[in-house]
């Protein structure tokens, strides 16, 4: 933190949140912004004008405008790996030809997708989809999100190696009116191909006579799916330049274009799209990741702050925080800058949550009288999900709303310091219209740019990932060639739990 906008955002006193509207009749206008269906107010955040506008010196000083450019346009922006970051162009926004490439391969995936509700594979009624990280997260939530009422399919997604998720998923699943779609987009992830095996074992074990032939591969490598046995005519490849965590959009989003139906998808890129292009057109004071964005570096690096807390006051949404660990703590939790150096500060902070109301009875206690401060963010919906008194929906969002003011009120109890709340806590809260496909795109997109946009901010490159390598090569090793080399409580857990001794 070695700028000199860095050095004038933190000089600024921190104010007290618990009067930061007093005699500043502007605020909660100057602190609110909507970008289509989603209202967005840090108004309960730390964030000043005079922070705010050192933060847009900083963007200034890191390139901020000329960065989003080079990702919208297709450059190697992942320089560690010399590669661009496409995930915009699976919308419709970006570099034409990735924009035509993405739209060839949405409309084989759109093919492919009619010829199965036309029963050319058989009568289907579930899909099967294995995958992890981002070959599962993206699809889980949507499907989750927005297939409660759907009567298409029956979508499973199994992400886990332990068998006890794949049993789980198919024990009501009929094998003969199953198809298995295999998400990797490297195709070769040890959980996702032994699940895909035992997926096909189940098959061929209930007689289903061409399990192969139900198989859908969902991957960036063709050719490692075709070694696999994947028939050609059911492989729907997508862009190696699009990243795993950022890849819902693109063939990984299969079992939700195929479970609610292509319109629904088609109107998810359309909702991711406008979020592209507010992103890519606003001018920094007015742009919503942006501002985001300066709301999680004040917290991770000048309040350090380590953790920052998500609830989504919607069961709708009850994957978010999930989908959002991947996105935000596999993209920004790095040491080193894209050149490799140190980084100057501390980086993604360490993204947790759940669903409110739960976890007001669970988790709330630590967020009002314990000694970490959470920037906690709280995303509720104005329609509700269901059919039932309405109650239930205000119940649902007055306790958001009250959560929210009393993080920032406080209560002094100057008699009994046990039932004293601080106050001074932050808080944002996302506001959406609906839970619709068109807002969970644009909220997703929203995310994904907040996500770049910190790390614009940090110096780094959010597209790699490879402190995930470490750890996959010594299980493999093991695997492969027996334990040896190990410390002795790593050697004796093998010994012990698995039967094997050193090689
Ligand atoms: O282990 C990390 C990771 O590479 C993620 O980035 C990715 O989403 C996941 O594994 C799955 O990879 P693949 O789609 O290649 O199976």
Redesign the pocket.
């Given at each position: 933190m070695t700028s000199a906008a860095w050095a004038e955002i933190a000089a600024f006193p921190t104010p007290d949140l618990r009067t930061v509207f007093d005699d500043d009749a502007g605020r909660l206008d100057r602190m609110t912004m909507a970008v289509g269906p989603i209202r967005f107010d840090w108004s309960k955040t730390h964030l000043t004008p005079e922070v705010t506008g050192a933060f847009l010196k900083l963007a200034e000083e890191k390139d901020f405008t000329i960065r989003r450019d080079a990702l919208f346009a297709g450059a190697l922006v992942n320089n560690t790996e010399g590669r661009a970051a496409e995930h915009t162009a699976e919308r419709g926004e970006g570099a034409a030809d990735s924009v035509a490439r993405a739209r060839t391969f949405h409309n084989r995936m759109r093919a492919l997708i009619d010829a199965i509700e036309a029963d050319a594979l058989g009568p289907i009624r579930h899909i099967l989809h294995v995958?992890?990280?981002?070959?599962a997260l993206g699809p889980d939530l949507i499907v989750d999100a927005l297939g409660r009422d759907s009567d298409r399919y029956d979508v499973a997604i199994v992400s886990n190696v332990d068998g006890c998720a794949l049993e789980e998923a198919i024990k009501d699943f009929d094998p003969a009116a199953t198809i298995l779609a295999v998400?990797?987009?490297?195709?070769?992830?040890t959980e996702?191909m032994l699940n895909a095996t035992s997926a096909i074992n189940w098959m061929t074990e209930s007689g289903v006579e061409d399990p192969y032939g139900r198989v859908i591969a969902l991957t960036a490598a063709p050719d490692k799916a075709i070694e696999w046995g994947v028939d050609e005519t059911r492989i729907l490849p997508f862009s190696e330049s699009v990243?795993?965590?950022y890849?819902l959009w693109s063939s990984i989003g299969f079992p939700a274009a195929l479970g609610l139906g292509w319109d629904a998808f088609e109107s998810l890129l359309e909702g991711a799209a406008a979020m592209d292009r507010h992103f890519r057109l606003s001018a920094p004071e007015a742009n919503a990741p942006l501002i985001a964005a300066f709301v999680d570096q004040y917290y991770a690096r000048v309040m350090k702050c380590q953790t920052r807390a998500v609830f989504a006051y919607d069961e709708r949404l009850r994957l978010l925080p999930s989908y959002l660990q991947?996105l935000e703590m596999?993209s920004n939790g790095k040491s080193v800058t894209a050149q490799g150096e140190p980084v100057d500060g501390p980086t993604a902070a360490i993204t947790w949550g759940g669903v409110g109301t739960d976890a007001q009875h669970a988790v709330f206690q630590l967020l009002h009288q314990g000694t970490h401060i959470v920037p906690v963010e709280f995303i509720a919906a104005r329609e509700p999900g269901h059919t039932l008194d309405l109650a239930h929906h205000q119940v649902l969002l007055t306790n958001c709303f009250a959560q929210g003011a009393a993080l920032m009120q406080g209560r002094p109890n100057p008699d009994d310091p046990a039932r004293a709340y601080p106050g001074g806590r932050p808080s944002t809260t996302i506001l959406l219209d609906d839970v619709t496909p068109e807002v969970l795109g644009a909220l997703i997109a929203f995310y994904e740019h907040r996500t770049f946009a910190n790390a614009v901010l940090m110096g780094i490159n959010p597209f790699d990932?490879f402190g995930?390598e470490l750890g996959?090569e010594i299980a493999k090793s093991i695997d492969q060639k027996g334990p040896s080399g190990f410390d002795p409580s790593t050697m004796a857990l093998i010994e012990l739990a698995l039967g094997v001794s050193a090689a």
């Amino acid at each position: 933190m070695t700028s000199a906008a860095w050095a004038e955002i933190a000089a600024f006193p921190t104010p007290d949140l618990r009067t930061v509207f007093d005699d500043d009749a502007g605020r909660l206008d100057r602190m609110t912004m909507a970008v289509g269906p989603i209202r967005f107010d840090w108004s309960k955040t730390h964030l000043t004008p005079e922070v705010t506008g050192a933060f847009l010196k900083l963007a200034e000083e890191k390139d901020f405008t000329i960065r989003r450019d080079a990702l919208f346009a297709g450059a190697l922006v992942n320089n560690t790996e010399g590669r661009a970051a496409e995930h915009t162009a699976e919308r419709g926004e970006g570099a034409a030809d990735s924009v035509a490439r993405a739209r060839t391969f949405h409309n084989r995936m759109r093919a492919l997708i009619d010829a199965i509700e036309a029963d050319a594979l058989g009568p289907i009624r579930h899909i099967l989809h294995v995958g992890i990280g981002g070959s599962a997260l993206g699809p889980d939530l949507i499907v989750d999100a927005l297939g409660r009422d759907s009567d298409r399919y029956d979508v499973a997604i199994v992400s886990n190696v332990d068998g006890c998720a794949l049993e789980e998923a198919i024990k009501d699943f009929d094998p003969a009116a199953t198809i298995l779609a295999v998400a990797s987009k490297t195709f070769t992830t040890t959980e996702t191909m032994l699940n895909a095996t035992s997926a096909i074992n189940w098959m061929t074990e209930s007689g289903v006579e061409d399990p192969y032939g139900r198989v859908i591969a969902l991957t960036a490598a063709p050719d490692k799916a075709i070694e696999w046995g994947v028939d050609e005519t059911r492989i729907l490849p997508f862009s190696e330049s699009v990243g795993g965590r950022y890849s819902l959009w693109s063939s990984i989003g299969f079992p939700a274009a195929l479970g609610l139906g292509w319109d629904a998808f088609e109107s998810l890129l359309e909702g991711a799209a406008a979020m592209d292009r507010h992103f890519r057109l606003s001018a920094p004071e007015a742009n919503a990741p942006l501002i985001a964005a300066f709301v999680d570096q004040y917290y991770a690096r000048v309040m350090k702050c380590q953790t920052r807390a998500v609830f989504a006051y919607d069961e709708r949404l009850r994957l978010l925080p999930s989908y959002l660990q991947q996105l935000e703590m596999e993209s920004n939790g790095k040491s080193v800058t894209a050149q490799g150096e140190p980084v100057d500060g501390p980086t993604a902070a360490i993204t947790w949550g759940g669903v409110g109301t739960d976890a007001q009875h669970a988790v709330f206690q630590l967020l009002h009288q314990g000694t970490h401060i959470v920037p906690v963010e709280f995303i509720a919906a104005r329609e509700p999900g269901h059919t039932l008194d309405l109650a239930h929906h205000q119940v649902l969002l007055t306790n958001c709303f009250a959560q929210g003011a009393a993080l920032m009120q406080g209560r002094p109890n100057p008699d009994d310091p046990a039932r004293a709340y601080p106050g001074g806590r932050p808080s944002t809260t996302i506001l959406l219209d609906d839970v619709t496909p068109e807002v969970l795109g644009a909220l997703i997109a929203f995310y994904e740019h907040r996500t770049f946009a910190n790390a614009v901010l940090m110096g780094i490159n959010p597209f790699d990932q490879f402190g995930v390598e470490l750890g996959k090569e010594i299980a493999k090793s093991i695997d492969q060639k027996g334990p040896s080399g190990f410390d002795p409580s790593t050697m004796a857990l093998i010994e012990l739990a698995l039967g094997v001794s050193a090689a």
